[in-house]
């Protein structure tokens, strides 16, 4: 693990007065370069909160600990944590502790009385982060420039505080960095064949094995995922396959051959092992896994894993055909009472027309079903019942992983990510914007999220490693 020296500014407020009132003192301040530790002191007093939180520098799905020490027992505190995201918008979570006989909160152990989280939880500081008060309306937050990491200001307050936060002086404060990328991961642009692609290659000469990754129906290049999993010692190349360069200059969208040429490029690359090489969907991403994974004569898979997706699709149609038939249903668009769409009844009921879904009993890879039993916005669930239901009568259901997850939503994504039930979307056809309906509950959706994650890891380190190399397919830390 890097070490990291972070130089802490020190805050100082009233605490030492509302611990011994009556008695007068000046207040002196001083700097600390400890790695994610700042401490402040009161001339003439024994006084002195300390704020630790280790590691201070890490990969997003690594957990820290935060420890307060040296207050008063009994002493009601403010566990904070601030985050301005890539796109300027600002973000808090908190939680309210009461310090223990040693005058110390360990979030590791205490729980939390208040706040945006409640109970022990060690990372409620990120999963419960909000858009603070008096941000636009129904935001998302999502990692844009992954070679920077996200910054957290995580402070201390006195009392249990809810809001004002920008108007008081915490008393104490310390900067840590997450981060998608490890060290020595690179980033590489992929232009050819008409790809718009990035590819994530993990530290070391390799080869590693491979994976394509996906995205839904919002479009666009996102990578945080596959550097995520270039962390974790998989090559991944992170597909845009809605709105790539090629669509958005012609107004045409990409066949299917153009999965294919992003399978070639990770088969023919000399770090890559091209036996080994995996599909990683959600939502409309899973639509091309299923497909791929079923018909292709080109792309063989060494597993696939599909996150809150279906099945259901014009057997032969293209990208274009599968977006028009899932339009054609759109009369089935439901709204709850805050005017938020509900698209999970598009494409029910399952149809019994083998020419609008994939023939499951064709996947001859190892196949992983992750399902948020709340989803809203796509018929996870019901899809799931049907493709083991398929898989059993052919007789491959032993191919199957199904991860089911109660009061979980559409967005499943890496751990700790704040879960959001709504949120703007825009769709690529028609690029009207409106608040979509994901699904799910704040602790069990993060929960889940959690719990999956650590298991599509596993199940990718099995299939493409296959029990050798386990040195590159091991956990990398910062």
């Not at 890539?86 to 979030?107: I, K, L, P, Q």
């Not at 409309?284 to 259901?312: D, M, P, Q, W």
Request: proline share 6%; glycine share 8%.
């Amino acid at each position: 693990m890097l070490t990291r020296i972070v130089q802490c500014q020190v805050f100082v407020s009233g605490l030492c007065n509302k611990l011994n009132p009556g008695r007068s003192r000046r207040l002196t301040w001083r700097r600390t370069q400890l790695q994610g530790v700042q401490t402040f002191r009161m001339q003439n007093s024994q006084c002195c909160v300390k704020l630790s939180v280790q590691p201070s520098r890490g990969l997003v799905d690594e957990k820290f600990t935060v420890l307060v020490q040296n207050t008063l027992p009994g002493f009601p505190l403010t566990i904070h944590a601030l985050h301005q995201s890539d796109d300027g918008h600002t973000w808090e979570a908190f939680g309210h502790y009461t310090a223990n006989n040693t005058g110390t909160v360990n979030v590791l152990e205490d729980p939390s009385l208040g706040g945006t989280y409640s109970g022990v939880e060690q990372m409620g500081l990120l999963w419960s982060l909000r858009a603070v008060p008096g941000s636009k309306p129904w935001l998302r937050l999502r990692k844009m420039n992954i070679q920077t990491p996200m910054e957290f200001t995580i402070s201390v307050y006195q009392g249990h505080q809810t809001e004002g936060f920008n108007d008081q002086v915490p008393l104490a404060g310390v900067v840590v960095e997450r981060w998608y990328m490890a060290p020595g991961v690179r980033r590489v642009p992929i232009t050819e064949d008409g790809l718009t692609a990035t590819l994530f290659l993990p530290s070391g000469p390799g080869p590693f094995p491979g994976l394509i990754d996906l995205w839904g129906g919002g479009g666009q290049l996102v990578e945080y995922r596959a550097a995520l999993l270039a962390s974790h010692g998989i090559a991944a190349l992170a597909l845009d396959y809605l709105t790539p360069k090629v669509t958005l200059e012609t107004g045409k969208m990409v066949e299917n051959d153009y999965f294919e040429k992003a399978y070639r490029v990770l088969q023919q690359h000399p770090q890559i092992l091209g036996s080994r090489i995996a599909m990683l969907g959600l939502s409309f991403g899973t639509s091309i896994t299923f497909k791929v994974a079923a018909y292709s004569e080109v792309i063989k898979l060494r597993c696939a894993v599909c996150v809150s997706g279906s099945h259901v699709q014009p057997v032969d149609g293209s990208v274009k055909q599968i977006l028009a038939y899932f339009n054609k249903n759109s009369d089935k668009t439901r709204f709850n009472e805050e005017s938020q769409v509900i698209w999970r009844d598009l494409l029910l009921p399952i149809p019994t027309d083998p020419a609008f879904k994939v023939d499951m009993g064709r996947i001859k890879c190892p196949l992983m079903l992750v399902v948020g039993e709340d989803d809203q916005n796509w018929p996870a669930p019901d899809s799931a019942v049907d493709i083991k239901e398929m898989m059993e009568k052919a007789g491959n259901s032993h191919l199957l992983t199904l991860l089911s997850y109660p009061d979980t939503g559409h967005l499943i994504e890496p751990p700790y990510t704040p879960h959001f039930r709504a949120s703007m979307f825009k769709t690529v056809d028609t690029q009207q914007k409106m608040v979509v309906l994901w699904g799910g509950e704040t602790v069990a959706h993060s929960r889940a999220q959690e719990d999956a994650w650590r298991k599509i890891l596993v199940f990718l380190r099995e299939n493409l490693y296959g029990g050798t190399n386990p040195s590159a397919a091991s956990f990398s830390h910062l």
